[in-house]
Every structure is written in structure tokens, then in C-alpha cells.
């Protein structure tokens, strides 16, 4: 079963940063938060993950509280093509546990 | 990044045949290659996890007898759908964990679209 909670769905405007939340209250301390999207009919794209500092990438930010039990992931300047589900992920970092998707949110970019 | 390719892309079969599809790393070599399914307008569900060399572990509701797997090299698994039906049309995903830099990720394929008639 999937760790972690995440609103269904969500509009960012073209060009406005998108602030994506996951909540993940029963992580583990040996545990990563992953961040990954499916854009329509394509298989999963990696974004980042992070244990418990702050991670930033090409891609987007990984903002984690203090106490881990949440993040949030920011697309910048989001675009059109930045529609997608996006799904929050927890999981060792070590070892072979696949992982594991829940539900994510659909993030509409709209012009 | 790492690549991860499959194929077919789409593949259109009638009702009693077999399907095999082909997942292939292609600059690194995948330890642990994984299979996904995913129905419309619902997330990825895990299959089953494979090993090279070694029998795949299937999830709970899996039938191992359907849905043959073989991880026989460090880039290549194949997952056989036996005796398909219309219910088995679905998005297939694989996925292939490997070594990079020193840190294990998890890549996925771009998906087959089989389709049952």
C-alpha cells in the first residue's frame, strides 16, 4: 500500500510556479521521498528524491518539513508540458523494494 | 540518464494467444527489472520483481502461470501474457534498477499498449 497522501488534482497557470504537497506521517527514518510524473501514455519520469535536506535539481525543488512527515515538490516556472500525475513515493533507499505508486495528482497547466 | 526501452510499443492480439513483450536496459545493467500494469485512469500496479537468474517473485493476485517472466541477462526481461483476453488489455511498464554513480534508482520504460480483442 501506498505511504503517502496527495490531493487528487490541481491548476497551476503557465508560467506560475506549481507547489505540488505530499503528506507521508508513518515514514520510516531509512526512508526517501521520491518524486516521479507520468505524462499521458508514457511510462513514469524520475524528478528527484531526498532524505531530509532541502534537494533541488533541473527539474524542480524537494522542499521537506523538519519532522519528515511532508514535502512539497515545486515546479518553478511551470509549463504546458509539465502536465502530468505526479506521484510521491516513499522507500529505502538500499535494497531491491520496488516502488510503490499511489494515487498522485493530476496537474493541469492551463495557458 | 538511463534508458530503459520495450517492445512492442503496441501490440494488438486476438483472444487464446500469446503476447511476449521485451524490456531492455540499454547503458547499464539491471540487477533487478520490475513489471507493472496499469488500467485506465488508474496508477501502476507492481506485478512482479525479477531477478536475473533467478525465479520472479509475484504479487499477491498475480497468476505466474499467465504471466510468464524471464530475466535471463543483465539488460533484457520478457514478460510473456499466455492466453490473453480481452480483461489482460492494459498499459504494461517495466522497470530496471541498476547502479549508477553509486546510487540504485529505479528506470521506467515508456510502456506497450496491448490490446485484446
Known amino acids: 500500500d501506498a505511504k503517502t497522501t496527495q490531493p487528487p488534482s490541481m491548476d497551476c497557470a503557465e508560467g506560475r510556479a506549481a507547489n505540488l504537497p505530499c503528506n507521508h506521517s508513518?515514514?520510516?527514518?531509512?526512508?526517501?521521498v521520491y518524486w516521479y510524473r507520468q505524462i499521458h501514455s508514457q511510462g513514469p519520469q524520475y524528478i528527484i528524491h531526498?532524505?531530509?535536506n532541502n534537494e533541488t535539481n533541473e527539474m524542480a525543488s524537494l522542499i521537506i518539513t523538519e519532522d519528515r512527515k511532508s514535502s512539497t515538490l515545486i515546479l518553478p516556472h511551470a509549463t504546458l508540458r509539465d502536465t502530468a500525475v505526479y506521484y510521491c513515493?516513499?522507500?529505502?533507499?538500499?535494497?531491491?523494494?520496488?516502488?510503490?505508486f499511489g494515487k498522485g495528482t493530476r496537474l493541469s497547466v492551463i495557458a | 540518464g538511463a534508458v530503459v526501452s520495450q517492445h512492442p510499443s503496441r501490440v494488438i492480439c486476438k483472444s487464446g494467444t500469446s503476447v511476449k513483450i521485451e524490456c531492455r536496459s540499454l547503458d547499464f545493467q539491471a540487477t533487478t527489472m520490475f513489471w507493472y500494469r496499469q488500467f485506465p485512469k488508474q496508477s501502476l500496479m507492481l506485478m512482479a520483481t525479477?531477478?536475473?537468474?533467478?525465479?520472479?517473485?509475484?504479487e499477491q493476485g498475480v497468476e505466474k502461470d499467465k504471466f510468464l517472466i524471464n530475466h535471463a541477462s543483465l539488460t533484457l526481461s520478457t514478460l510473456t501474457v499466455t492466453s490473453a483476453h480481452p480483461e489482460d488489455s492494459s498499459f504494461y511498464i517495466c522497470s530496471a534498477r541498476g547502479s549508477q554513480g553509486g546510487s540504485y534508482e529505479q528506470y521506467f520504460g515508456p510502456g506497450t499498449r496491448l490490446t485484446v480483442t
Open positions: 508513518t515514514i520510516s527514518g531509512n526512508e526517501y
Open positions: 513515493i516513499v522507500r529505502p533507499d538500499s535494497g531491491n523494494t520496488p516502488l510503490v
Open positions: 525479477s531477478n536475473e537468474g533467478s525465479k520472479a517473485t509475484y
Open positions: 531526498g532524505l531530509k
